[in-house]
């Protein structure tokens, strides 16, 4: 994939932000298991970042995913996995529907504050009940005059603590699984809506995660996003830019555990050498810097085609799949050789452990990405 010079500036322009915004508060954030959703977005709007790809109508910036993707392997620059997922929901989570389908009205009164920073938005697919598998989904909205009424739950919520507005998959009527769905936002401060609880998560500390309820909340109907019924397709091509995203967002944290590790086992002694100079060791790692420089090339490669309107589920998929173990090889490994220091809390090798282990599971489990790309083999051509 080539990349331009426009490319490169938003790299560093976004890098330096990273160093000099986000970074320093890390560990602060983790520690109170939190961060300032609202500040740290509007400092993203106000630079642009959070509208790359959208509109420039509603304060995008008109580009093409590719920049997304830069932007996606630059915040895995940050010291933590859980703000730039938190980051990731709001720019190419749950806005691509809205950004795709919504109305202009619409649009104007949720896509254009979010690309500005002024409202969080978040994804509710989620439940209890239905994790990947999307079709099996309870929550459900019945019309009343102008009104659709919901009532339900979302579970697992990224910026569900501080968000100001859901693109929620609910039922909407009682056809078959596949057709009975819709996306409709909800903002989040309407009565009935209850934040019940901040969950304690294994990683991923300093995104707040919530399980929330509905109880009868009435949202107008304009609120639908593009046409009744057409909402678990609309989901499933988000699923295509979340993983897309996922994949390129783990590669520049991936290559920063991969570097601090090299500089720690250089330094370490151990027997009278350091363990970087014991061949098992260098040879691993240089292994793993090759995984990564593979998985690289296929994230490209999908994104070269998604810009080119390609369907990339197949692509998408294998990259998700494969981000999400060589995450866990990597912090796995990496942390073997800090050997008691790895284990600390602090080290970030420990931190990378603890926070990779989602990729795994968000968005789509392991076992999800291997049945879609099982299903999708069968359409290759003989040659490829």
């Known amino acids: 994939m080539k990349f331009t010079e426009e490319h490169q500036l938003m790299r560093e322009s976004l890098r330096q932000l990273v160093d000099t915004e986000i970074n320093p508060h890390v560990d602060d954030w983790e520690e109170a298991k939190i961060f300032p959703a609202h500040e740290v977005f509007k400092k993203l709007g106000d630079a642009g970042f959070l509208g790359i790809t959208r509109a420039p109508e509603y304060g995008g910036m008109g580009l093409d995913w590719s920049y997304s993707?830069?932007?996606?392997?630059?915040?895995?620059?940050?010291?933590?996995?859980?703000?730039?997922?938190?980051?990731?929901?709001?720019?190419?989570?749950?806005t691509p529907a809205l950004a795709n389908f919504g109305s202009d009205d619409?649009?104007?009164?949720?896509?254009?504050?979010?690309?500005?920073?002024?409202?969080?938005g978040c994804i509710g697919v989620s439940e209890s009940v239905a994790g990947s598998d999307v079709a099996s989904i309870k929550t459900t909205a019945r019309k009343d005059g102008d009104d659709y009424v919901v009532s339900g739950e979302k579970m697992w919520i990224t910026n569900g603590g501080q968000a100001d507005w859901m693109c929620c998959l609910l039922n909407t009527s009682d056809a078959a699984p596949h057709r009975n769905k819709s996306l409709v936002i909800i903002p989040?401060?309407?009565?009935?809506?209850?934040?019940?609880?901040?969950?304690?998560?294994?990683?991923?500390?300093s995104s707040d995660t919530a399980q929330i309820f509905f109880d009868d909340v009435r949202v107008p109907r304009r609120y639908l996003i593009g046409e009744e019924g057409m909402g678990f397709s609309y989901q499933m091509m988000q699923f295509q830019e979340e993983r897309l995203w996922a994949a390129a967002n783990c590669l520049t944290g991936i290559e920063d555990v991969l570097r601090e590790t090299i500089a720690y086992t250089r330094e370490r002694q151990a027997f009278g050498r350091s363990i970087l100079d014991n061949q098992v060791v260098h040879f691993r790692l240089a292994e793993l810097s090759t995984e990564v420089e593979a998985l690289r090339s296929l994230v490209h490669r999908a994104t070269e085609l998604f810009v080119e309107g390609e369907d990339v589920t197949r692509l998408a998929s294998m990259a998700k799949l494969k981000a999400g173990r060589l995450q866990r090889e990597v912090a796995d490994s990496c942390l073997q050789y800090w050997g008691g220091q790895g284990y600390m809390w602090e080290s970030?090798?420990?931190?990378?452990?603890?926070?990779?282990?989602?990729?795994?599971i968000g968005g789509g489990t392991d076992e999800v990405m291997l049945g879609i790309i099982c299903k999708l083999e069968g359409t290759l051509p003989e040659s490829r």
């Open 348 to 360: 970030p090798v420990a931190r990378s452990y603890r926070d990779g282990r989602l990729m795994s």
């Open 106 to 120: 619409l649009k104007r009164e949720f896509l254009a504050p979010s690309i500005a920073g002024d409202l969080v």
């Open 69 to 94: 993707m830069v932007m996606a392997e630059e915040l895995g620059h940050i010291r933590c996995g859980g703000v730039p997922m938190a980051i990731g929901v709001h720019t190419d989570m749950c």
């Open 188 to 205: 989040l401060d309407s009565p009935g809506v209850e934040r019940s609880r901040k969950l304690d998560k294994l990683g991923m500390w």
